[in-house]
């Protein structure tokens, strides 16, 4: 079984182009998967049923891991007996007709243009750290690009004559992502005060490039100092972005392509907010709502 399961992360890491940290997500759920197995007497992966399988999501919900994960956990599995079909290491998948959990459609959080502009306005600029927070913030907001991928971004991936950062994406996938006069004069700055080389853009005290969890403790310092109740994450500068987008009068498809959205469906999500909001007003504004 193990075999069978290493086979099939050395396919998705040669074919299909996934990041390190979806490829860290496989492995995790696929050992934790092959260990409930072994606990459970089962020594070869044909031999699996539908109910031993019913019985791993028991499990999984029973020690408290939410909906969306454990969809997550079957998306694994189901695509690793896909792929054993295929090979003809397998005749049938017993993951085919498994319902995962109905996800609840959560609505992203986001701050208002006052809120943004308040973080942005609170970095010390007498300081190389404080000129960097700000430009990092700035590039948040004005990108709207992961956090993952910030902190990826090189120096040379700015483009400061045509206003563009070339961002390396989920997949691999790259695209080239529209950056604001702002953020652009945030960078300019603390590439002028920085003195380094080092070619990643954002660096750490030690000079080495900084982390996604170095981004967020940041990101927590800053909103504490605010003072807002909000819970507010690197990803929700990104949830921001597409608000604000969309509130302004873009239309969905070119929000997608500057989220670097695969799926328009994952885009739409942000549509519920700006809807969700209009209702509001109009529950407010109208005499006979």
Not at 10 to 21: G, Y
Not at 34 to 59: K, M
Not at 212 to 237: N, Q
Request: hydrophobic share 35%; net charge positive.
């Amino acid at each position: 079984m193990q075999s069978c399961i290493d086979k099939y992360l050395v396919h998705l890491e040669h074919n299909r182009n996934f990041s390190s940290q979806t490829l860290r997500a496989y492995r995790n759920d696929l050992y934790q998967y092959l260990a409930f197995l072994l606990e459970e007497g089962c020594r070869d992966l044909e031999s699996v049923t539908r109910l031993l399988l019913r019985r791993f999501l028991a499990f999984l919900k029973k020690r408290d891991y939410s909906k969306t994960t454990i969809a997550r956990k079957l998306v694994s599995i189901r695509s690793l007996y896909k792929f054993l079909c295929r090979e003809g290491v397998l005749k049938c998948n017993p993951a085919e007709n498994i319902r995962a959990p109905k996800l609840e459609k959560k609505l992203p959080g986001f701050m208002s243009v006052r809120q943004i502009e308040t973080l942005l306005n609170l970095p010390g600029l007498s300081t190389v750290t404080g000129i960097r927070d700000r430009a990092i913030m700035e590039t948040l907001y004005s990108t709207g690009m992961r956090v993952s991928e910030l902190v990826g971004t090189d120096v040379s991936d700015i483009d400061f004559f045509n206003e563009v950062v070339k961002v390396k994406g989920k997949g691999r996938k790259e695209r080239l992502q529209p950056i604001g006069n702002h953020a652009l004069d945030a960078i300019r700055s603390y590439l002028k005060e920085r003195g380094s080389d080092k070619k990643a853009l954002f660096l750490n005290n030690r000079g080495g490039r900084l982390t996604e969890r170095s981004v967020a403790r940041m990101l927590e310092k800053y909103v504490k100092i605010a003072g807002l109740s909000l819970a507010i994450s690197p990803h929700t500068f990104r949830h921001s972005f597409a608000t604000h987008l969309l509130d302004n009068g873009a239309d969905l498809r070119s929000v997608q392509e500057l989220l670097g959205h695969a799926n328009l469906s994952s885009t739409q999500i942000y549509t519920h907010i700006t809807t969700e909001r209009l209702k509001q007003v109009y529950d407010k504004a109208h005499p006979r709502a």
